[in-house]
């Protein structure tokens, strides 16, 4: 099972990102995804997350900024990131959970994307 983010980059702030973690070796589309960061020297948080029937779950700092969606023909997740901010610099992980609740705990997650950086500059 692999899970392959990508979509990193460096942006001005104000600017726009799309993450895509494309998951090989299993069928995720009954499974809850999921997107973390960490920060430089700070601990790894929960993003956002999308259930199997399509609810979405944001940290209260990326709503109305980030949105994220699923193609289950594709088996990918998205994180579409706009109004990007200088905090919002970090490492993306992009996870699954196998099972069918929406958790924000990281120890939650079975599977791993090995991550994208995304810098926001001032």
């Known amino acids: 099972v692999q899970l392959q983010a990508s979509g990193g980059g460096l942006v001005q702030a104000g600017g726009f990102l799309r993450l895509s973690c494309a998951a090989s070796?299993?069928?995720?589309?009954?499974?809850?995804m999921g997107w973390f960061r960490q920060a430089p020297g700070k601990e790894r948080e929960f993003v956002s997350a999308?259930?199997?029937?399509?609810?979405?779950y944001y940290r209260d700092s990326v709503k109305g900024r980030f949105t994220i969606s699923r193609d289950s023909a594709k088996n990918t997740v998205y994180l579409q990131m706009n109004s990007l901010k200088p905090e919002d610099t970090a490492v993306y992980y992009c996870?699954?959970?196998?099972?069918?609740?929406?958790?924000?705990?990281?120890?939650?997650?079975?599977?791993w994307g090995q991550g994208t950086q995304v810098t926001v500059s001032s």
């Open positions: 996870a699954v959970d196998l099972s069918i609740a929406v958790r924000t705990s990281e120890s939650a997650y079975d599977y």
């Open positions: 070796g299993r069928t995720f589309s009954s499974y809850v």
């Open positions: 999308i259930s199997i029937g399509g609810s979405t």
